[in-house]
């Protein structure tokens, strides 16, 4: 859409030719051997099947993956055509076999995927991998169907390289409204009473209904058209990537994985072969240094969807 175009209230980044021009300075257009130094907090503008083999080795905390589902989608001036289940398996190995090295002994790995894409998925990572868990994540929203159930849910693979892993997960717990509390002695048990409602502290589980994908009145979103919500890379990023950690994400689309890796402190290295959604995330960490913030995430927890804090906020 042309910003020209878009309502008063619509929040959705654009770029000028002028802007994109001095945006795409800060990207990085490797030719040859990366050291961890030159990776670090860098934004590479490339194919990762031409980038993976530059990078460094054993470098990566946590491995982010969110290449594109097995459907006919436009991405920008690319288009991605749907494929044979063995063809999309390939496809998914081609590139992740060149990752496995960048990946150290103790990192993480998080596979993004639909219902078409997820036995791939799951098929990929266990070559490699150690697959420990699959979270289910509500979209929120999705096309209605008459002949058929309607989508409104993704896939996120987990895996580790080994035994040994980092995951804390004492900093993605959610703060969750108690609709039928349980007293003890007259008193709460394991929940706050306040006046803004009851509320629990609770422990994640591998279903996910309190994000929103983003939208036109939301500072994070672009006109990219498979975005992730910045909340979700929080969750992913939190739990599994220390801090001052390494996060890798080598189908970084609009920056999402970047942008959140600064605001919590982690280091990061992404790659997306299309230009303009690299001056994206350029212009996205550009207005990080000066909002942080990460939507639904507040004073150390993650709040439910449309959640009235216990201190009146939202």
């Not at 946590?62 to 749907?82: A, E, Q």
Request: hydrophobic share 35%; with cysteine; aromatic share 10%.
């Amino acid at each position: 859409m042309n910003p020209a175009e878009r309502a008063g209230r619509n929040r959705t980044i654009s770029l000028s030719p002028e802007a994109c021009a001095e945006l795409e300075r800060s990207l990085l257009f490797p030719s040859g051997k990366l050291s961890a130094a030159e990776a670090e907090d860098r934004l590479i503008c490339g194919d990762t099947m031409n980038v993976a083999p530059l990078l460094p080795e054993r470098f990566a905390d946590l491995l982010i993956l969110d290449p594109p589902y097995n459907l006919d989608k436009r991405f920008n001036m690319r288009k991605f055509s749907r494929l044979g289940d063995d063809a999309y398996l390939e496809y998914l190995e081609s590139w992740l076999t060149l990752l496995v090295p960048a990946l150290k002994p103790d990192a993480s790995i998080y596979l993004c995927g639909d219902w078409h894409s997820t036995a791939a998925c799951f098929t990929a990572l266990s070559r490699h991998f150690k697959v420990r868990n699959r979270i289910v994540w509500q979209r929120e929203k999705g096309r209605g169907a008459k002949s058929n159930w309607k989508n409104c849910a993704e896939d996120i693979w987990f895996a580790t390289v080994g035994d040994e892993y980092h995951f804390d997960v004492a900093k993605v717990k959610q703060l969750r409204r108690v609709i039928a509390p349980y007293r003890e002695n007259g008193r709460p048990k394991d929940w706050n009473e306040t006046a803004a409602g009851n509320f629990r502290l609770t422990c994640p589980s591998n279903f996910w209904d309190d994000l929103t994908v983003p939208f036109w009145s939301m500072p994070e979103n672009t006109d990219h058209p498979t975005q992730k919500p910045e909340k979700l890379l929080a969750k992913l990023i939190l739990a599994s990537c220390p801090p001052g950690g390494m996060v890798l994400d080598p189908f970084m689309g609009s920056g999402t994985t970047p942008v959140v890796a600064r605001k919590l402190g982690r280091r990061f290295c992404g790659i997306e072969i299309d230009r303009l959604y690299c001056c994206y995330a350029a212009e996205r960490l550009r207005r990080a240094e000066k909002f942080p913030a990460i939507q639904g995430y507040r004073d150390g927890v993650f709040l439910e969807r449309n959640c009235r804090l216990p201190d009146g906020g939202a």
